[in-house]
């Protein structure tokens, strides 16, 4: 199937994107990095890294946002594990799990720390429910790439403030679910040190990186 222009502008968006988010990691796993001024460097190399995806993608959702939610720039294993056009939010507590059982990273959060990161994860959970509700309430076959071609060609022949509300519908769920993503990633960075910030940007940098990568020698 053909790409629509706005397929193969946010395609090659993303290539470069992942390309610059790999190349952050190289920096990230470092050991050179010692003092507290190359931790934040770092951090908001990273975090503006992370801020300008979303800008980008919101700018390119007002000109056909149905492309995000079957986006043809993503890997198929990628595809199977999209949630509401992007990451699962709590999957990233999962990389706070694993670095502390693995003893790879934040071995060092307080108790304090980690009973803060616990009412993080509840919150978070509720917001996801919050955001899947609201897609069983829109009503629309996310996986399936034919009802959502169906919206796209609808304005041919049917109502077209119909067409108009499903339209502005999908674009208030697709920011939702971005939301809460940026809102799991700010408040887990906002509770750790510099040092411990680094060590998780660099486990969920890792994963998406190297998913891709397997997924593409498949």
């Known amino acids: 199937m053909k790409k629509t222009p706005t397929e193969e502008k ?11 988010l790999e ?12 003092h507290q001024p190359d931790y934040e460097t770092l951090i908001a190399k990273l975090t503006t890294h992370h801020k300008n995806y979303y800008r980008v993608k919101w700018a390119a959702a007002l000109d056909d946002v149905c492309a995000f939610f079957t986006p043809v720039w993503l890997t198929p294993l990628e595809n199977a594990f999209l949630w509401v056009t ?3 939010p709590s999957a990233v ?7 502390r059982r693995t003893g790879k990273g934040l071995v060092d959060l307080t108790e304090e720390q980690v009973k803060k990161i616990e009412v993080l994860r509840v919150m978070i959970k509720m917001e996801e429910e919050k ?10 076959g ?20 119909a067409l108009v509300a499903v339209l502005s519908g999908l674009v208030r769920l697709m920011k939702m679910g971005d939301c809460v993503r940026l809102k799991t990633l700010k408040g887990l960075l906002d509770m750790m040190n510099p040092k411990q910030c680094v060590e998780l940007l660099a486990a969920q940098s890792m994963f998406h990186v190297q998913f891709r990568k397997y997924d ?3």
């Open 23 to 34: 190349e952050y990691f190289k920096f990230l796993v470092q050991d050179s990095y010692t």
């Open 131 to 140: 955001v899947e509700r609201e897609m069983e309430r829109q009503q629309v």
């Open 10 to 20: 946010f395609s090659d968006f993303h290539e470069k994107w992942v390309s610059q």
């Open 86 to 88: 992007g990451w699962k």
């Open 93 to 99: 507590f999962r990389f706070v799990d694993t670095l």
């Open 142 to 161: 996310m996986a399936d790439r034919r009802m959502v071609e169906m919206v796209r060609v609808a304005s041919g022949g049917g109502d077209g403030d």
């Open 216 to 218: 593409k020698r498949l």
